[in-house]
C-alpha cells in the first residue's frame, strides 16, 4: 500500500450572519444599478449622435439637391453654376441654361462597338474609329457631350445601352451671340468625374473672374459691367458696316468715360461668337477672331500722337497754341532720312495748325527743343510704358519703341508717331487724360470700382484746356473735318500709318492703319471714341483715298451722332455743320448699312 499524501481539504468559509448577507446584497444592487445605468447613459449617446449624422446628411443632401435615378445624375448647383455677367443698366451679357450632357461608362456597355456607331450616326461630328478608341482607352468614364437636345437624347434612350448615362448640367449661354465676345470671353467644361462636370472661363471677363463667377451659394450675385449694351450694339453694328464698306481686314473701337476709366463700349473685328467652341489650329480663321485688337495688339497709329508732342512742349513752358513753327523745309537729323511733309505747309505756321494739318516737319521742328528723356518721363505719365490694367488676361501689353537707343531721331519719329507701338486702350486711356483736365486715370469694366480711385494729375489744368482747343481746330478746319457733326461739337486726332511690309523688307504704301482718337462734347470732354481701321482700301466713291480722315473719321461722326443722345447728351441746338457732301454722303451711306 503506497502511502501517497491525500489533497488537503478545502477551506470552509465561515457561515454569514443574517446583518453580513444583507449588506452583501445591497454592495452587490447598488453595483449593477450603476453599471445599468452607465450603459443606458452611452445608448443615448450612441442614439443621440446617429441621429444628429443622419439629419446633417439629410441637409446637405437636400441642400445640393443631388438625385441619382435611371442612369441620370443631377449635379450640384452651387459647383458647376455660375453668376450672371450684366451690363452697366442690369441687361445680361452672360448667362446659364439647363441642359443635358452625354457619358459613358464604358465598362458598363453591351457592345461598344454599336455603341460608337450608333453614336456617330447621331452625332455627325463623332467619328465611331474615335469614340471605340475612348471607350478603350478609358474604360469607367468618358465624357461625349456637353449638351444635347431632346430628340438626340430620346435617339439614346432608343439604342438601349445602360452604359450611356445622361447628366442634368447647366450651359453657359450668351443672349446676344458676337456681341462684345472679347470681352466676355468663353468658358468651357472642365472635365472631372461623372457626377462632377464644371465650366471653366478660358478667355475674357469668364477667365479673368471665374472664382468670383463660381456659384458657391444661392445668392444671385450678377458681376456688373461698366459697358452699356445699347451703346456697344451702335459701336459694333457702325464699325461693321465701315470695315465691309472699305473692306479693310478688321477693326477696333473703344468708348470711355474720361474722368473715370470705365468703358462703355469695346469691339475687335473679325470676332467669334462665344456660344459655339472654336478651332484650337492656331492658324486657324477663327483663332485670329480670338484676337482682340484693342487691347493685345500694338500698332504704329501715326499722326494720333502728334497732340503729346504739343501737349509736352505747352506743358514745359516752351510753347503756346499760337506759337509759330517753321516748316518751310524738311527735318534732317544726322545721316538718317529726312522727316518732310507730303504738302508744302508754308514757310511758318502757329502750332495748333501744325496739329491741325498733322505736319510732320512741325512736329519735329517742335520735339528737336527738348531732351530724348524728357519725351519718354512725359509718355511714362500718360500710361504708354506699363500695362493699362483692364480686367482682362490678355490686356499685358505696354507700348514699345523697339531696341533702339532713345536717339534725337528716334524721339522725332515718335513725334510724328512712327517707332512707338501701343495698343488702341493705351490711346483712349491718354486722350482721356489729356482732356480731362490733367488726371491720370485706370480703364476699367467693371461698374464702379473706380469710384474711390486716388486720381494723380501729370498734365495741368491748363494744358489739358489747350489740348482741347488745339484737337478742336482739328475738327473744325483741319484733316478731322468729316467728323463734324450737327448738333454735337467735336475734337480728336487723325493717324494714317503705312503698314511694314516683312516680305518687301519696307514699309507698303498700299496698306496702313487708319485710326481717329476723339471726343464729346468739346467745351465739356465726357466721352473718348477711339476707331482704328486696319488696311482699309478706299475705293468709295471712287475716290481711292485711304486715309484716316475719309474712312475713320466719319465712322466715329456717326457712332459719337447715335451714342449720344443714349448717354444723356443733349444736341446743341446752336450748333449746325457744314461738313463736306463726302462726309454727308458716307455717313448716309453707313447710316442705311447699319439700319438694313
Known sequence: MSNMPYRPMPRQPEPLNANNRMALYFREESRLREKSSFRLILLSLIFLMAFLLITLKLTLIAGSKVSISSGTYKMSREIESRHDIVDRNGNILATNIPVNSLYAHPNKLLDAKFAAESLSLIFPEMKAEEVLRLFEKNPKFVFLKGSISEVEKNQILELGEPGLKFGDRELRLYPNGPLLAHVLGRTQIKEMSSKDVRLEGVSGLEKMFDDTLKKYDFEQKPLKLSIDLATQSILEDVLSDGIDLFKAKGGTGIIMEVNNGEILGMVSFPNFDPNFKPES???????KMLFNKAVQGTYELGSVLKIFTAAMAIELGAFSPHTMIDVSKPVKIGNTKPIKDKTWLGEKIPLKEVIAKSSNVGSARIISNFRPEEQKEFLENLGFFEETGVELPEANVKSSIGADPWTNYKAAMIAIGHGIRISPLHLATAYAISVNGGFKIKPTIIKGINDNFLKKRVISHDTSAKIIEILGEVVN????????????????????????????????????????????????????????????????????????????????AEIISRVAPILGIMPEKHLNTAADSYSNGLISDISNLSNH
Open 477 to 556: 478746319s483741319g484733316t478731322g473735318q468729316n467728323a463734324q457733326i450737327n448738333g454735337y461739337s467735336v475734337g480728336g486726332k487723325t493717324g494714317t500709318a503705312e503698314k511694314f511690309d516683312r516680305g518687301l523688307g519696307k514699309f507698303n504704301f498700299e496698306k496702313n492703319y487708319a485710326s481717329f482718337a476723339s471726343f464729346f462734347p468739346l467745351n465739356e470732354p465726357k466721352y473718348v471714341v477711339v476707331i482704328c481701321l486696319d488696311e482699309a482700301s478706299n475705293q468709295y466713291r471712287k475716290t481711292n483715298q485711304r486715309i484716316a480722315g475719309n474712312t475713320a473719321v466719319p465712322l466715329a
Open 281 to 287: 489650329d492656331k492658324n486657324s480663321t477663327d483663332s
